[in-house]
C-alpha cells in the first residue's frame, strides 16, 4: 500500500492507495482545519470523485468508521485551537493521518503533491498559501522511514488521468487543473516532459492580459487570475449576494436553479406556440414580456456575463497551449468537473467556433477528468 498526500490551496487530502490506483481509505481537511472528512472506498476512486459518503456494507463497519473520523476531527480541533500557524497545521494533520493509517497497513511509498516548486525534498513557493518553503521530507521521517518522492500537484493529477483516467488512449495530451489556481502537466509521445530546472508547464502564469490582475505570483494578468474556480466562485458569490462560505456543490445548485427556471418559461413560450392562433399574438406578448423581465433582472445578466467571460478566458488560454502544443486531448481538472453541468456547452460552443485555433481543422478533444479531486492523491503515489 502507498499514501498520496495532495496539498491544495485550500484543502488537504490524504489517501491510502492500492497497487491498481484505487483509493481505499481517505482523510481530507479544509486547509483551516474547520472541516474533516474520512472516506473508506472499495469502489474505483473516479465513481466517488465528488462523494463524501462512507461506503460500507455492514453497520458495525460504519460504527468503527465513524468513531475513526471523531477521532481525527477531535485532535484537529485540539491543534487548530493551539497554534494558528498554518505550517504547523500542515504538519500535524498529516502526520496524525501517516501514523493512523501507517498502524493498520504496511506503507511501502509516501508521494506527495503540492502547489509551487517542490526542490530538495521541500516545498517551495506555495504562493497561494503564502509558504515560501515547507521541509516536508523531513517532517514525514518523524512517522515513517521510507521512501518518499514529492511532485507538483497538477502533474500528480495529470499523471493519474494520463495512467488511469481519461487521457489514457492518448499519446499527445495535456492536463489542465483548475482550483485555487492552474496548473498543468504536458504528455508527448506517451511521455511527461519534464524540464531540468523547475517542474515547468506553470499554465496558470501565462499572461493572457497585459496590466490586469495582479497575481500572487507578482506579475498582473495571469490566466489563473481570471479563470481559476477559486476566481469563477467569488465572482458569483458576489453577484448573487450567497454566503461566502459557500462550498462548490452549494454554488452549484443555485445555478441549476437558475438555468431550470430560465429553461422552464422557454419551454412555456414554445409551448404556447402551439396553441390555437387566435390565442397566440396576446400570449406570446404575455410570455415573452415575462421572459424579457426575468432576463433583465440585475443578478441574472451579471451572472450571465460573469459566465460568458469566464469561457472567453479560458478558451484564449486553452488556444495558447493548443497552438505550443497541438495536443489530441486536453483533459481539464480539478474543482472545475463540479461545474460541468453549466459550462460544459459554454465550453464547447465557444471552443469550436475556431475563432481563436491556429489549425482550425484539428482541434484536440476537450475531456473532463474522471478521476476529480482525487487524482493528485492517485498521482503522487505513482513511482516516478
Not at 65 to 85: A, C, V
Not at 126 to 134: A, K, Q
Not at 224 to 253: F, H, P, Q, W
Not at 301 to 318: A, F, M, S, T, W
Request: glycine share 8%; proline share 2%; hydrophobic share 35%.
Amino acid at each position: 500500500m502507498k499514501i498520496g498526500i495532495d496539498i491544495g490551496g485550500s484543502h488537504i487530502g490524504i489517501g491510502l492507495v492500492d497497487e491498481n490506483g484505487n483509493i481505499v481509505e481517505k482523510y481530507e481537511t479544509d486547509i483551516n482545519g474547520n472541516e474533516i472528512i474520512k472516506n473508506n472506498e472499495n469502489d474505483k476512486c473516479n465513481e466517488k470523485s465528488e462523494s463524501n459518503i462512507i461506503n460500507k456494507s455492514d453497520e458495525q463497519s460504519k460504527d468503527n468508521i465513524n468513531n475513526k473520523s471523531d477521532n481525527i476531527n477531535n485532535e484537529s480541533d485540539n491543534i487548530n485551537n493551539k497554534s494558528s500557524d498554518l505550517n504547523k497545521f500542515i504538519e500535524n494533520y498529516i502526520l496524525q493521518a501517516i501514523k493512523k493509517l501507517s498502524k493498520e497497513h504496511d506503507i511501502e511509498l509516501i508521494g506527495i503533491a503540492s502547489p509551487g516548486t517542490p526542490k530538495d525534498g521541500k516545498l517551495t513557493n506555495l504562493v497561494n498559501l503564502g509558504i515560501d518553503e515547507l521541509d516536508i521530507t523531513q517532517i514525514i521521517k518523524k512517522e515513517f522511514n521510507g521512501k518518499i518522492q514529492i511532485n507538483n500537484d497538477a502533474k500528480c493529477a495529470g499523471l493519474a488521468e494520463k495512467q488511469y483516467g481519461s487521457l489514457k488512449d492518448y499519446d499527445d495530451a495535456v492536463f489542465m487543473c483548475l482550483g485555487t489556481g492552474i496548473g498543468g502537466a504536458v504528455f508527448l509521445g506517451g511521455k511527461e516532459l519534464k524540464p531540468k530546472r523547475n517542474p515547468g508547464f506553470e499554465i496558470g502564469h501565462m499572461i493572457i492580459k497585459k496590466d490586469g490582475i495582479s497575481c500572487n505570483c507578482g506579475k498582473s494578468g495571469c490566466f489563473e487570475t481570471y479563470c481559476s474556480m477559486k476566481r469563477l466562485k467569488n465572482a458569483l458569490i458576489d453577484a448573487m449576494g450567497l454566503n461566502k462560505d459557500i462550498n462548490a456543490k452549494e454554488l452549484l445548485n443555485v445555478l441549476k436553479e437558475r438555468n431550470k427556471n430560465l429553461k422552464e418559461h422557454r419551454e412555456e413560450l414554445n409551448e404556447n406556440l402551439k396553441q390555437n392562433k387566435d390565442e397566440l399574438n396576446e400570449r406570446c406578448k404575455n410570455l415573452k414580456e415575462h421572459e424579457e423581465k426575468l432576463k433583465k433582472r440585475n443578478e441574472e445578466v451579471v451572472v450571465q456575463k460573469i459566465l460568458e467571460e469566464y469561457i472567453d478566458n479560458l478558451i484564449i488560454g486553452l488556444s495558447n497551449v493548443i497552438d505550443l502544443l497541438e495536443p489530441e486531448a486536453i483533459c481539464l481538472g480539478g474543482s472545475f468537473v463540479y461545474f460541468k453541468d453549466i459550462l460544459y456547452e459554454m465550453l464547447l460552443e465557444e471552443f469550436n467556433s475556431r475563432k481563436y485555433v491556429f489549425n482550425k481543422n484539428a482541434l484536440p478533444v476537450i475531456k473532463f477528468a474522471t478521476l476529480g479531486n482525487d487524482a493528485g492523491i492517485i498521482g503522487a503515489t505513482i513511482v516516478l
